[in-house]
């Protein structure tokens, strides 16, 4: 039995490095609806610098912040996941996944759309 994962295995392990990282880094960030989109910018950036890792989408919903802010004493909030969604998109030897994060019954769920070969 030969236990080498597959290239479609080590992407799918790739893209939930991404995602452990891009979350565990930027959670408790003080953020707000002003300063979202310069926060959506870095975290972006921040995760295609790693290996394999072609194209982060990072949407922190500025609408939620805003309602969580309404009846707070300070002006920002710190950074969960249910304030966002995001998209990876990792290729590895000619596999292509697609992960995307949202919140499932309270918990932000990170999971794997799709996984696609060179054939496909």
Partial sequence: MDDTPTDAEVACFEAGIKFGSLYHQFAGTPVSPESAPSLETAM????????????????????????????????????????????????????????????EDGYPLMQVVSVRGPDE
Avoid: W
């Avoid at 890792?53 to 990072?58: A, D, L, N």
């Avoid at 309404?70 to 030897?93: K, P, Q, S």
């Fill in 44 to 103: 972006e950036e921040s995760i295609e610098n790693q290996p394999h890792c072609t194209e982060v989408s990072v949407d922190v919903k500025t609408d939620a912040l805003a309602a969580a802010l309404e009846d707070a004493a300070a002006d920002y909030t710190e950074l969960t996941g249910r304030f966002l969604e995001v998209e990876i998109v990792v290729e590895y030897e000619g596999q292509e996944v697609l992960t995307r994060m949202a919140m």
